[in-house]
């Protein structure tokens, strides 16, 4: 999750070793992140833990990259995701299929997000697209308004 220790300052490993989902990521943090990767460039580096894939580290790209205009029940809908890029062949797939539904945080819990699909090949260079979380949640909220995604603990 610091591929660049220049961006280290501050951060204290969890106790139990587990990430605290916590607060949503709002668009001024994905449009500007304030990560660094190993060559020096900002970026939003997410963490998920799929099913297909376990646990794995990539960086967001932080611009919306796929917008879908579709008609459900009369109305129309515009869906908007942004992509999730891999570092490099090495590090292989964010996602493979399977993985969809998976919940993406930042490094610091923040919930970025929802895996709704990828394109490209999986085997280390392909392309995971999010749905951000924040119009997920508002969906929710019109029919839910009181529940909560997480709880925290302390």
């Known amino acids: 999750m610091f ?4 961006d280290r300052a501050g951060y204290k490993y969890p106790q139990d070793g587990l990430l605290q989902a ?11 992140p304030t990560n660094i990767d190993a060559n020096g460039e900002k970026c939003l580096l997410v963490v998920k833990n799929g099913l297909a894939t376990g646990t794995t580290i990539d960086r967001a790209s932080g611009m919306e990259s796929l917008t879908r205009i579709y008609t459900e029940r009369g109305h129309k809908k515009t869906s908007i995701d942004f992509a999730v890029l891999p570092y490099g062949r090495r590090t292989g797939p964010f996602s493979t299929a399977g993985n969809s539904g998976s919940i993406v945080l930042t490094r610091d819990g ?8 990828g394109a490209g090949n999986t085997y280390g260079t392909g392309v995971t697209y999010l749905t951000p979380y924040r119009y997920i949640e508002e969906e929710i909220k019109k029919v839910f308004p009181d529940c909560h995604l997480y709880e925290v603990v302390e």
């Open 3 to 6: 591929p660049n220790p220049e």
């Open 22 to 32: 916590s607060g949503v990521v709002q668009s001024h943090e994905i449009y500007n």
């Open 110 to 117: 923040g919930i970025l997000g929802m895996i709704t699909g």
